[in-house]
């Protein structure tokens, strides 16, 4: 698959756009103007930038106090402070209080391999989705998270957004038509009778290239990309799980309370069919580079493919 942009990149691009003609759209960062891609933000639209300093608490406090009065606020830090050190601020001064904040986690999942479990985020998306009010989303491409931006910048809601560090594949080309992002529903990226892959942000361009080598064995997977894990597009799981008999879901999270969660919740109480959750098991991680940590937990092309095919037998016996 060919190589794109970050989508730390493409949404700062595409805010500062739209940020140029819309002056309530404000951005606020924790030192980490560099980290979220914010810096060329920063110094074009400087009245329409807050810089909070190491300080997340706060970050988001100012955040929802800016949307209480009609800004559209944008906070961008790293992933895994905002999800810990801010939790109680995003509860209540976002979510509770149901302000129009949205709230970008950069290097979510494993992005920062080297740097050990106090910079991996494997708890925000079970995290926030227990939070009442505040939409989980996850783009998976620089096009995607674009259109993302461009949705979501017109909804007065809560929004939790997850991205990546590092550049992507593009999913998203030209040979796509239509929407790559509407809010709330799932887009079928390829079609299959046999079972079905639902994968969530930087997990979906492996989760096709599986679907590739699946097909060279004669198993043919659809793949969906849920980009909105909250609110789920149950419709689309449920048609999976009655098409193709069996779900795989993936996902640069932990085996609790993520997307894999999510799906399982629709799928035991609505339409139960085998099922397995890709993800990353309940320790402290192996540290290193993100693509070789994400291989050793199978998080790649060949490890969805393995996976896939020991679905294949549960689902056959």
């Keep these: 698959m060919k190589a794109g942009e970050s989508c730390r990149q493409a949404f700062a691009k595409e805010l500062l756009e739209l940020a140029r003609k819309d002056p309530v759209i404000t951005v606020l960062c924790s030192d980490s103007r560099g980290s979220c891609a914010m810096t060329d933000f920063a110094a074009t639209l400087p009245n329409q930038f807050v810089e909070c300093g190491i300080a997340e608490q706060d970050e988001v406090g100012i955040a929802a106090g800016l949307a209480s009065v009609g800004m559209k606020p944008f906070i961008c830090a790293p992933a895994a402070f905002l999800s810990a050190r801010s939790l109680e601020q995003i509860k209540i001064d976002v979510a509770y209080s149901f302000q129009n904040v949205k709230i970008l986690g950069v290097s979510g999942g494993i992005s920062y391999g080297a740097l050990g479990a106090s910079h991996h985020t494997v708890h925000d998306i079970a995290v926030f989705r227990c939070f009442p009010d505040l939409s989980v989303v996850l783009p998976c ?99 999976a799980a009655e098409e193709t008999g069996a779900i ?40 290193g580079a993100s693509d070789d940590v994400k291989r050793y937990y199978h998080l790649d092309a060949e490890g969805i493919q393995t996976k896939a095919l020991l679905l294949m037998e549960k689902k056959r016996s």
């Excluded at 239509?178 to 492996?206: H, Q």
């Excluded at 599986?210 to 909250?230: N, P, R, Y």
């Design 141 to 239: 491409d620089a096009r995607q998270t674009k259109e993302m931006v461009d949705v979501l910048v017109k909804r007065n809601l809560p929004v939790y957004i997850r991205v990546g560090r590092e550049g992507v594949p593009v999913v998203y080309g030209d040979d796509f038509h239509g929407n790559a992002f509407t809010f709330g529903k799932a887009n079928c990226l390829r079609r299959g009778k046999d079972l079905t892959i639902i994968a969530c942000g930087e997990m979906v361009a492996p989760a096709l290239l599986a679907a590739e080598g699946l097909q060279k064995q004669g198993v043919g997977a659809c793949v969906l990309d849920m980009a909105t894990i909250k609110p789920l597009d149950r419709d689309a799981v449920l048609k």
């Design 248 to 287: 795989l879901s993936c996902e640069e999270h932990s085996i609790f309370g993520g997307l894999g969660a999510a799906v399982a919740e629709v799928i035991v109480q609505e339409h139960p069919v085998p099922m397995e959750i890709l993800g990353l098991p309940d320790s402290y991680l192996q540290t």
